[in-house]
């Protein structure tokens, strides 16, 4: 099972931007999906950014024009840029990765946009 651990979370102001790295254990070269998920506090996680075997990400409206997810196959890396940060963004962010019925989770990495 692929090992995730995110990077790149931190303190930053309204309107500024940030980008979260994700590096995985294994080779992402032939993932089924990848994604960005966050959760606020008090709330249920949810979407950000996901991406299945054909190619296509789909962002969460919220996000949609601000956010960017990549991936760098030979570093085994996953990142989501952030740019337009609002304090509604504020979370913490998790990535995840599935291999074949195989998902896997990173620990999370905390976001803080402050006003």
């Known amino acids: 099972q692929v090992q995730l651990v995110e990077s790149g979370g931190g303190l930053v102001q309204v309107g500024g931007s940030l980008r979260l790295s994700c590096a995985a254990s294994?080779?992402?070269?032939?993932?089924?999906?990848m994604g960005w998920y966050r959760q606020a506090p008090g709330k249920q996680r949810v979407q950000v950014a996901y991406?299945?075997?054909?190619?296509?990400?789909n962002y969460a409206d919220s996000v949609k024009g601000r956010f960017t997810m990549s991936r760098d196959n030979a570093k085994n890396t996953v990142f989501l840029q952030m740019s337009s940060l609002k304090p509604e963004d504020t979370a913490v962010y998790y990535c995840?990765?599935?291999?074949?019925?195989?998902?896997?989770w990173g620990q999370g990495t905390q976001v803080t946009v402050s006003s």
């Open positions: 294994g080779s992402i070269f032939s993932v089924n999906a």
């Open positions: 995840y990765v599935r291999v074949g019925i195989k998902s896997s």
């Open positions: 991406s299945n075997s054909g190619g296509i990400t």
